[in-house]
């Protein structure tokens, strides 16, 4: 079947579903029928994580799990592709998997040693560009590629979690002010289309705050000044909606 033709199949199954009561015994069966034709995607998705020391079929059977996720969340009316909402969930899905079973537990060497060196370089750039560096501008002073430096902020991650507001010390920036902005050269469709409707839901500030913030570099400062409110409040704005986004994203 041409690509094309696929995809309209696709969407004419998933309407159906969506279309169908809870309750109805089309449902099951409609719901195995789109599992099946996807289950390539979680094949495609996992095989990327091979090299990670976990059997092929493991990472396909927690793939799997995003992939069920995706199905029954998914809208028809948003108007984007199903593989392109269902990727980041599935992608979600595998990653939990390693660091509930595996990064919490060990973290290769050479991934706390570049983990230290992308730390030092983060708090250095901060320090120069009186805002949060992005990975590119990362992996530019370390001459590293960008994906080892994203990399290394996951397994820093996985190794300690903190709190995002904790700084080392009073007049130091907390974790929250030193985390890479979001790239539009690292960003992809998948995670793109995923977040649109979560902030198209958002109201009016919410949405000017995390875009002034994320996508516009401003200091937390720069955006209550612009707004005519405290630091402090716009703080507790972006860690509410933050927390709504990886909560709306991982469920």
Known sequence: M??????????????QLAALDANSP???ALRAALIERHLPLVHFLARKFMDRGEPLDDLVQVGTIGLIKSIDRFDPSMGFE????ATPTIVGEIKRHFRDKTW??????RLQELGVQVSKAREELTHALDRSPTPAEISKKLDIDVSEVI???EANSAYNTVSIDGGNAEDSPSLGDT?????????????RESLKPLIAAMDEREQTILLRRFFDNKSQSEIAAELGISQMHVSRILNKTLTQLREALSS
């Open 2 to 15: 041409p690509e094309a033709d696929s995809r309209h199949h696709d969407r004419e199954m998933l309407e």
């Open 26 to 28: 089309e449902r099951e």
């Open 82 to 85: 199903f593989s392109t909402f």
């Open 104 to 109: 919490a537990i060990r973290i290769p060497r």
């Open 151 to 153: 990399e290394a902020i």
């Open 179 to 191: 985390l890479g902005a979001w790239d539009d050269a690292l960003d992809n469709v998948e995670y």
